[in-house]
T-cell receptor
Framework: ELKVEQNPLFLSMQEGKNYTIYCNYS?????LYWYRQDPGKSLESLFV?????AVKQEGRLMASLDTKARLSTLHITAAVHDLSATYFC???????????FGGGTRLMVKP | EPEVTQTPSHQVTQMGQEVILRCVPI?????FYWYRQILGQKVEFLVS????????KSEIFDDQFSVERPDGSNFTLKIRSTKLEDSAMYFC????????????FGDGTRLSIL
């Protein structure tokens, strides 16, 4: 059974600071996705990481994937309040049939 | 930008009743999914559907659940004999043809079982 663990589960940070969210998974997979969820809202696709060493950046967020370590990171640079949300990583079963989600990281950015 | 649409946005049902949650996937997508999220918890996979049949299902997706694509646009999740623990947000998702396409999620249906 594929397990996906994120840490931290909760992150409170000041605007302007940097931080990294970690996503570990238990079986071999080379497809990992990051989603953002605002309270009461749906899941918005942020990044699709498809190979070892993949790095994607969008604004203040950068995601990377190390398939050998079974680890993905989501790095936040100079956080702003608008980034406050819950961030989920999700791992594909390599057949495109299902995503297994991590527990989510609730990020609060304080002014 | 094309969206996955779900109806209703909120469904309140008495325990033991049947509910049907409806989804209209993005029009040129071929892969369809249902997930659920119990309040404050992580998103859990229920079922995937391709070429008019289930391609994968989780342990949660037991005989109480069924999916159907009754026409060319709708994708439904039926829950028979609902239980209190079925209360959750149910998300529909779809993805396009081609390798490694991300799944696009609808806004969800909040199901409350009384």
């Amino acid at each position: 059974e594929l397990k996906v663990e994120q840490n931290p589960l909760f992150l409170s940070m000041q605007e302007g600071k940097n931080y990294t969210i970690y996503c570990n998974y238990s079986t071999t997979s080379d497809r990992l996705y990051w989603y953002r969820q605002d309270p009461g809202k749906s899941l918005e696709s942020l990044f699709v990481l498809l190979s070892n060493g993949a790095v994607k950046q969008e604004g203040r967020l950068m995601a990377s994937l190390d398939t050998k370590a079974r680890l993905s990171t989501l790095h936040i640079t100079a956080a702003v309040h608008d980034l406050s949300a819950t961030y989920f990583c999700a791992v594909d079963d390599n057949a495109g049939n299902m995503l297994t989600f991590g527990g989510g990281t609730r990020l609060m950015v304080k002014p | 930008e094309p969206e996955v649409t779900q109806t209703p946005s909120h469904q309140v049902t008495q325990m033991g009743q049947e509910v049907i949650l409806r989804c209209v996937p993005i029009s040129n997508h071929l892969y369809f999914y249902w997930y659920r999220q119990i309040l404050g918890q992580k998103v859990e996979f229920l079922v995937s559907f391709y070429n008019n049949e289930i391609s994968e299902k989780s342990e949660i997706f037991d005989d109480q659940f069924s999916v159907e694509r009754p026409d060319g646009s709708n994708f439904t999740l039926k829950i028979r004999s609902t239980k209190l623990e079925d209360s959750a947000m149910y998300f529909c998702a779809s993805s396009g043809q081609g390798a490694y396409q991300p799944q696009h999620f609808g806004d969800g249906t909040r199901l409350s079982i009384l």
